[in-house]
C-alpha cells in the first residue's frame, strides 16, 4: 500500500512511480473515482462540496498502485483534511468483482484518537452478504502507523470483520523496486485471494445472498452521516507520502 498526497502529485518524481501514465508502479486516476482520468483531487473535493463537507487541506489516498498497469484495489481510502490541517472526512472507495465501484463519503471529527464512523451497506461487493447490513469503521489516520478495521454486521450483530495494518516507511526507489520484486502480479494475487475466500465459504455450505443487479454495478457515491462507538485504537495523523507495508486479516461468522 502506498500513501499518497493528491496535492503532490505532479511534484512526485521517482522512475519506478509513474502518474496517469504507463510504468512498472503508477497511480492513474482512470483506476479510481469516476474513471474518467480527471485529477483525483478535484473529484474528491468535488464530492466532500455535493456533501456540505468543507475542505481545503491535503487529501491522502492509500491504496494499491498498478502493477505494469493492472491494479485492483477492493478498498481505497482517502483522508480529507480541512484548511487548519485537522481531519474532516474519509471516504471508502470500495471496487467489487461486477465492475461495480461505489464511494461512501464520511464526515470525521477532529480528535487525537481513532476516528469510529459507521453507514448502511449500500453497494453489492460479495455475493455470500445480502443488502440489509451496516457498516462500522474504525481508524487509525495515517502517522507512523495506519490501521482500518471494518465490521459488517447484521440485527444479530457482526458477520464479518476486516482489517488493515502498516507501519510506514520512505517513499524511495529502493521501497519501490523491493515491492515490484515481491508483487510482480500483485492483482492476481488480490484476485486469487479473493475468490479463494469465496471457494472456503462456499465448500462450508454458506449460501448465495440474493441481489438486484443496481446494487453490484456503476460508480455511485453515499454520503453517510452517522458515527458507530467502537474501541480505541489511536495514533495522530501526519501529511506524508509513504509506503506502508501491512498486514490484513478477515474472519468470517459462519
Not at 462500522?136 to 495515517?142: L, M, N, S
Not at 453517510?224 to 495522530?236: F, N, V
Amino acid at each position: 500500500m502506498i500513501l499518497f498526497d493528491l496535492g503532490e502529485l505532479p511534484s512526485l518524481k521517482l522512475p519506478l512511480l509513474a502518474i496517469d501514465r504507463f510504468g512498472p508502479l503508477s497511480l492513474e486516476a482512470r483506476h479510481h473515482l469516476a474513471g474518467d482520468g480527471l485529477p483525483l483531487k478535484a473529484q474528491v473535493e468535488r464530492r466532500l462540496a455535493e456533501a456540505g463537507i468543507g475542505t481545503g487541506g491535503p487529501i491522502q489516498l492509500l491504496c494499491m498502485p498498478a502493477v505494469f498497469g493492472q491494479v485492483f484495489n477492493p478498498l481505497s481510502v482517502y483522508f480529507c483534511h480541512g484548511e487548519d490541517g485537522a481531519l474532516c472526512a474519509i471516504l471508502y472507495e470500495v471496487n467489487n468483482t461486477f465492475g461495480g465501484r461505489h464511494c461512501y463519503v464520511l464526515p470525521a471529527e477532529p480528535d487525537e484518537g481513532p476516528v469510529t464512523q459507521g453507514c448502511a451497506k449500500t453497494f453489492h461487493v460479495s455475493p455470500f452478504l445480502d443488502m440489509d447490513l451496516s457498516y462500522a469503521f474504525t481508524v487509525e489516520p495515517p502517522g507512523d502507523r495506519v490501521g482500518i478495521n471494518v465490521t459488517v454486521s447484521d440485527a444479530q450483530g457482526p458477520l464479518l470483520i476486516t482489517s488493515f495494518a502498516g507501519e510506514a516507511e520512505p517513499l524511495t526507489n529502493v521501497a519501490l523496486a523491493s515491492t515490484l520484486l515481491r508483487h510482480p502480479l500483485l492483482m492476481v494475487e488480490v484476485l486469487a485471494g479473493i475468490h479463494w475466500e469465496a471457494l472456503k465459504m462456499l465448500l462450508k455450505g454458506i449460501p448465495f445472498a440474493p441481489t438486484a443487479p443496481e446494487h453490484a454495478v456503476g460508480v455511485r457515491s453515499t454520503l453517510c452521516p452517522s458515527h458507530h462507538d467502537l474501541p480505541p485504537l489511536g495514533l495522530a495523523p501526519s501529511h506524508n507520502h509513504r509506503n506502508a507495508d501491512g498486514h490484513r486479516d478477515a474472519s468470517v461468522r459462519d
